[in-house]
């Protein structure tokens, strides 16, 4: 990858896998200050017509988003999910950008600070780059054809190439570790997870679980309820280039842009070693 501080802006419809990264890297951080200033605000929520909740701290982080993009990048379409909410049509083509400006509404909420800026570039259905950055934890995660961590304080610029560290998943144990979702748990994850060797279970809001399984700290990571395709893209692209997978219970990877469901996923498993999933399918 090359030096953030030369890559200037960039044709997200043309560029490479690790040149879109560091850019969309640079772009989640930016809307990072916004949203730790209304975290520390306290603002209400309001519900949206789905009854998610929404607040000003999402609304904020999705403009200064769609800024630097317009700022940075070539013309690319951007779906995202204020706008989206707002009743702006769905408008995707070969490649894409897809935006969850705060991932974990809830957690804000709950103020435990375990919520991201998601931004994913998305090729012919897949997450070919992405960045997930928790403002709280000063901490990033991005991929393009490798991924990366690295701390990341609040109203910086990317780090160096010196200070990331690269990730890889690891070997799946004899006995798992798996990643719930802390806000959102169903009965058909836990009939999913009661047949699979549990050792530990984590709980972890937004797409952090992608990112805990990506660093080699987990294995699995089961949701069969609902979620949207911005809620998944980031940490899914991240996951797969550190060498992990994530599957829709249908069987193949994960797919975007999915039009016709308005862009709202089936169940999925995101799993560390894709050997595991090939074991836990002949269970």
């Not at 990072?32 to 520390?40: L, Q, R, S, T």
């Not at 909740?53 to 951007?78: F, K, M, N, S, Y």
């Not at 219970?249 to 709202?264: F, M, Q, S, T």
Request: with cysteine; glycine share 12%.
């Amino acid at each position: 990858m090359n030096d953030p501080a030369t890559t200037g802006r960039l044709d997200l419809a043309k560029a490479g896998r690790d040149e879109a990264a560091l850019l969309l890297a640079r772009v989640a951080l930016a809307a990072g200050p916004g949203v730790m200033a209304e975290y520390a605000h306290g603002g209400p929520a309001r519900a949206k017509g789905d009854g998610s909740p929404v607040t000003a701290a999402d609304e904020q982080a999705e403009a200064t988003i769609r800024e630097r993009l317009a700022a940075w990048a070539g013309p690319i379409p951007i779906v995202a999910e204020e706008a989206t909410a707002a009743g702006v049509p769905i408008a995707i083509a070969e490649r894409f950008v897809l935006v969850d400006p705060l991932d974990g509404t809830r957690e804000f909420i709950a103020r435990n600070g375990e919520f991201t800026v998601n931004v994913a570039l998305i090729e012919r259905g897949r997450p070919i780059a992405g960045a997930v950055y928790a403002p709280a934890l000063e901490r990033l995660w991005f991929a393009g054809a490798r991924a990366f961590a690295c701390a990341a304080p609040l109203g910086a610029d990317l780090p160096r190439r010196e200070a990331w560290r690269a990730l890889a998943v690891r070997a799946a144990p004899p006995a798992l570790t798996a990643l719930a979702s802390r806000s959102h748990g169903d009965s058909a994850t836990e009939a999913f997870l009661a047949g699979l060797p549990i050792a530990d279970r984590r709980s972890a809001g937004s797409s952090l679980k992608f990112c805990v399984i990506a660093e080699g700290e987990g294995d699995v990571y089961p949701r069969f309820g609902p979620t949207m395709e911005w809620d998944t893209a980031a940490g899914d692209a991240v996951l797969r280039a550190a060498g992990g997978a994530t599957l829709s219970v249908e069987g193949g990877p994960l797919l975007y842009g999915k039009i016709a469901a308005g862009l709202r996923n089936g169940g999925f498993v995101a799993w560390g070693d894709p050997r595991a999933a090939a074991r836990a399918v002949h269970r």
